[in-house]
């Protein structure tokens, strides 16, 4: 039996907060730097057919400033970020939703997943959600 396209969505959302929140405490993003992309993204949300391309323009300024010698926002991380944004706008095209509520509810996972992560010591990066969980469990 096919999964309900909701559903569908939503294990796309999961996997792609995942290997985002995976790859940023890979390469030591700050939590500051994930909780401004909400911001930044709910800045523009009002404007709803160029917020996600200012949030990408975001996530490039910040991958492109240095502090104490090393990106704000890594390269790998960055790239993530924005293949995934790319990817919510295809899947909010393709299924004629409003792609806002999508990335929001993206965004939203992407914080609880990288705050449930950034105390665990030994976590990989992966693109997958249950992957993420099997690990965070395997290690508590």
């Not at 992309?37 to 009002?46: D, K, Y």
């Not at 939703?97 to 996972?109: C, G, S, T």
């Amino acid at each position: 039996m096919a999964m309900p396209r909701a559903e569908q969505i939503y294990r796309k959302l999961l996997d792609l907060a995942a290997s985002c929140a995976t790859q940023a405490k890979a390469e030591g993003v700050e939590s500051t730097q994930i909780n401004k992309l909400a911001e930044v993204f709910e800045s523009r949300a009002n404007i709803p057919n160029v917020a996600v391309d200012i949030l990408i323009a975001y996530i490039l300024r910040q991958a492109a400033r240095r502090e104490r010698e090393k990106p704000l926002i890594g390269r790998r991380t960055a790239e993530k970020l924005v293949k995934a944004l790319i990817e919510l706008k295809n899947i909010a095209q393709q299924n004629n939703v409003d792609v806002v509520p999508i990335v929001r509810e993206f965004l939203i996972l992407l914080r609880w997943l990288y705050e449930a992560i950034k105390v665990v010591h030994r976590v990989t990066t992966t693109d997958k959600f249950d992957d993420l969980i099997r690990q965070i469990v395997r290690l508590s």
